[in-house]
């Protein structure tokens, strides 16, 4: 059995979207290919509003970025690396995940991940997990990683 270390665990209020946008921003500055970000949540909880800034923000380009909902993947191009934008909600069989293209993307990409759990045995268990909540007109995330998440997050202003 795979074992997880979450060693990192911080929770945020994000009372309007300028505060998702905000977080989106601070994460982006320390993003590298490689790195997975695991988006969890109900329906409507706010993860692909927080993919959208991040997209946006590595991009450095106000782009149109539409909820993959049913391609379930959406790449984006920047000079260095390429986004990864997955919304598992609609997948069958974790197995699909290849066919989506997921050993690239964990291999030379970043990759966003709405509906994680939906990978089964593949899920990436070294993510940097947030897992967004709905309070009536906010939302709440929180932020969970391993050893190496926490090294790289402290001196972040989240
Ligand atoms: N911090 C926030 N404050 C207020 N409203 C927000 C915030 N973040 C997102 N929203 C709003 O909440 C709604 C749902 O957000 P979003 O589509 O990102 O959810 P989701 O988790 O991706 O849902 P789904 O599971 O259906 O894909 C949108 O109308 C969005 O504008
Ligand atoms: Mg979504």
Redesign the pocket.
């Known amino acids: 059995m795979k074992e997880i270390c979450i060693v990192f665990c911080l929770s945020k209020q994000?009372?309007?979207?300028?505060?998702?946008r905000h977080l989106a921003e601070v994460l982006s500055s320390i993003l590298k290919p490689e790195d997975i970000l695991t988006?969890q949540?109900?329906?409507?909880?706010?993860?692909?509003?927080?993919?959208?800034y991040l997209i946006r923000t590595l991009c450095q380009k106000d782009i149109d970025v539409p909820?993959p909902?049913f391609t379930l993947v959406q790449t984006y191009e920047t000079p260095a690396f390429t986004i990864w934008h997955f919304?598992l909600?609609r997948m069958k069989v974790p197995d699909e995940a290849f066919e989506l293209g997921i050993e690239e993307a964990f291999a030379q990409g970043i990759s966003l991940i709405?509906?994680p759990q939906n990978l089964g045995p593949y899920y990436p268990h070294h993510a940097l997990t947030l897992s967004?909540e709905?309070e009536g007109?906010?939302?709440k995330v929180t932020i969970r990683g391993n050893t190496q998440w926490e090294t790289r997050l402290c001196h972040l202003k989240i």
Do not use: N, V
């Not at 994000?14 to 998702?20: A, G, H, P, R, V």
């Not at 949540?41 to 959208?52: I, P, S, Y």
């Open positions: 994000l009372l309007s979207l300028d505060d998702t988006l949540g109900d329906l409507g909880a706010g993860k692909t509003t927080f993919a959208r909820s909902t919304d909600y709405e509906w967004f709905d007109s906010a939302k």
